[in-house]
């Protein structure tokens, strides 16, 4: 599946860089393309010029609102970037007619932070734009949900982000969530390695888009998946993880025919081991139950695949998730490992967001009684003053 991606914002264009990273990687590896048009809005200037792999020139990296901020951001402000790019979301669209092959994409990607300003305020703007000048094709969004000590200190986080999951949830065909805090949990260090944790969010996209696209015949699977099958799978609130488990290594290819047989047995489970490390890897917490619709994509090497795998793999998640309808496929990838990529999609349950809406109903409530409260003081104050003559 190839997709044109769009990053809004600071983390929104971090991200969409790594995609143009991924990109790269599977022309060189795989001899395909998955994002060919990448692009960055923003209304920073020098969040976009610290992009490395998105082409530099004005058509891939756009600034919008720049008379009114000019050039430093909105400031967390996400009703301003939504009038920002009310007012320039033109300049994407004509970006995107300049582009050649845009047509040839098979779905939109926008990518936005939910707690700052521009992305958040940007992303349902500008889908709602791209949604009305291109019918045919699904537009999703992946939507990065902010770190606990952001939720706890700063309430304008937690409303940006409920209203943004609002909003974008009405007009795209997906979200993805991923929640920054998971990728702390999993490892401590990354809090100050933002760039890892957004390599950890793109990378599970890689074999999820390659596997359709590959033609060479040596990186076909028996089963495979293509643009159709995640089009029909991915809709609604969706999650989605990559597992690794890592093969024995071998000295010799021959090896593999004299396994011995205890070890065959234990073949068929490696799948299942990866399928439960890409659930614990999953971008939200959420429960298998609750979804619909699943697509997982298992990559390793073709000897090491066998129809057991395939097999224990899909009855692992038929028990887990008794409701979804699933779809899944084989892909030959890297060499040492059995890796699981897995799609939750339609997902009718996520804590988190539940969580964000009933803290944002809150904040809105505190806000407007302190606003009342504040106006009622300067009331009073005026009033105290009215006997006094004026200048
Ligand atoms: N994973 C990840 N999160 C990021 C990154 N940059 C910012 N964030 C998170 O995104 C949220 C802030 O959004 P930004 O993208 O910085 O804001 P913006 O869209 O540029 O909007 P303004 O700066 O307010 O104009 C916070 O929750 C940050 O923790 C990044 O590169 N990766
Ligand atoms: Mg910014």
């Not at 590896?29 to 490395?52: C, I, S, Y």
């Not at 009405?170 to 993805?176: W, Y």
Request: one cysteine or more; hydrophobic letters at 40%.
């Amino acid at each position: 599946m190839k997709l044109t991606v769009i990053g809004l914002g600071q983390c929104g264009s971090r991200i969409a860089d790594q995609f143009a990273r991924l990109d790269r990687k599977a022309q060189v590896e795989r001899k395909t393309r998955l994002a060919p048009n990448v692009f960055a809005v923003n209304t920073d200037q020098a969040d976009l010029t610290g992009l490395r792999y998105i082409k530099k020139d004005y058509l891939h990296r756009i600034i919008i609102g720049l008379r009114q901020t000019l050039g430093h951001g909105v400031g967390k402000i996400n009703e301003l970037g939504a009038e920002l790019a009310r007012e320039d979301g033109d300049k994407l669209i004509d970006a995107m007619k300049a582009e050649s092959g845009i047509y040839e994409s098979h779905a939109f990607l926008l990518i936005a932070g939910t707690a700052g300003g521009t992305g958040s305020g940007a992303i349902p703007i500008l889908a709602q734009m791209i949604k009305e000048r291109y019918l045919s094709k699904p537009i999703y969004a992946l939507v990065v949900l902010p770190f606990e000590h952001e939720i706890n200190s700063e309430a304008r986080s937690v409303f940006n982000t409920a209203t943004c999951l609002k909003s974008i949830y009405d007009v795209v065909d997906a979200v993805f969530l991923a929640d920054n805090q998971r990728y702390v949990r999993k490892d401590a260090s990354l809090i100050n390695n933002i760039e890892k944790i957004n390599r950890s969010i793109a990378m599970p996209f890689y074999d999820l888009l390659c596997a359709g696209e590959v033609t060479k015949h040596k990186h076909v699977g028996a089963r495979t998946i293509d643009a159709g099958d995640l089009i029909a799978t991915i809709e609604g609130w969706t999650a989605l993880g990559l597992g690794r488990t890592e093969l024995p290594a071998l000295r010799f290819p021959w090896e593999i025919k004299k396994k011995h047989f205890r070890e065959k047995a234990v073949e068929s489970f490696r799948g299942s081991q990866a399928l439960d490390a890409s659930i614990s890897d999953l971008s939200i917490n959420c429960d298998p139950k609750d979804s619909s619709k699943i697509i997982y994509a298992i990559s390793g090497p073709p000897k090491e695949m066998n129809m057991d795998m395939v097999k224990s793999i899909s009855e692992y998640l038929k028990e887990i998730a008794p409701n979804a309808l699933i779809r899944g496929g084989d892909f030959p990838g890297e060499k040492h490992f059995i890796d699981v990529t897995l799609v939750l999609s339609q997902l009718s349950s996520v804590p988190k967001i539940e969580m964000f809406y009933q803290k944002a109903l809150q904040y809105a409530t505190d806000n407007k009684i302190q606003i009342q409260e504040i106006q009622n003081k300067i009331q009073s104050l005026t009033d105290l003053g009215k006997g006094l003559p004026s200048l």
